[in-house]
Structures are given as C-alpha cells and as structure tokens.
C-alpha cells in the first residue's frame, strides 16, 4: 500500500507541475513579491493549507483527492508551496487513517464465541 501512496503522490506532483505550465486566465494569481506574505504568516498559510487538503483527503476514503479546485486557505501560497502544502495534506491525512486503523484493530473484540 505505501508504494501506490507513493506512485500516487508522484504522479500527482508530475500532473501539478505539467498543468501549471499550461494553464490558461482561469487558473489562480501568480504571487507577486509584493504580496507574498511574512515568513511567519506564511508559515500559518501553509499550516492552514495542510489541514484543508488533509481534511478534503479524509472526507474521500478511497478515491481521488484532487489539487484544484484549491482550498480557499492555499490561494496565496506559489505554486511550488501550494505543491508542498498539498503533499504534506495528503501525508498527514494518510498518518491519521493508519493512526485510526492501528486503534480499531487494538480494541479488543465484543465476539465471546458463543
């Protein structure tokens, strides 16, 4: 299961990086250097950005989790951060499925064989 997360993750990166090359009026801003936010208030973004795409990624058990449209908390980030934001969304929310899986088969079974 870890190599199709892996497979997955980076098919996703490649799509992400050949549809931004491509993208026509439509698609998100470019950041510009005067609105790219503080360091500190980027990183908030950021951390804001992960939770958003971890939180879309855990409400589709199962099924694609697709990068746009883009998460209202990820509009100001590059492309390049909202790639990084995105994986680590997809990561995070995976560590929390495996978390809850581990709990679920700990707990002792209510089945007394009668």
Do not use: F
């Not at 936010?37 to 697709?66: L, N, S």
């Amino acid at each position: 299961m870890r190599t199709r997360t892996v497979e997955a993750a980076a098919l996703i990166a490649i799509s992400l990086l050949l549809t931004g090359c491509s993208t026509g009026g439509d698609a998100r801003e470019k950041t510009t250097p005067s609105a790219t936010p503080a360091a500190a208030e980027k990183a908030e973004i950021t951390r804001r950005c992960v939770d958003a795409i971890a939180d879309r990624a855990a409400a589709h058990k199962g099924g694609a989790v697709r990068s746009h449209p883009v998460p209202e908390p990820c509009a100001r980030l590059s492309d390049a951060d909202y790639l990084d934001a995105y994986m680590e969304g997809l990561e995070q929310a995976h560590r929390a499925a495996r978390k809850t899986s581990q709990s679920e088969s700990a707990k002792p079974s209510d089945d007394s064989g009668r």
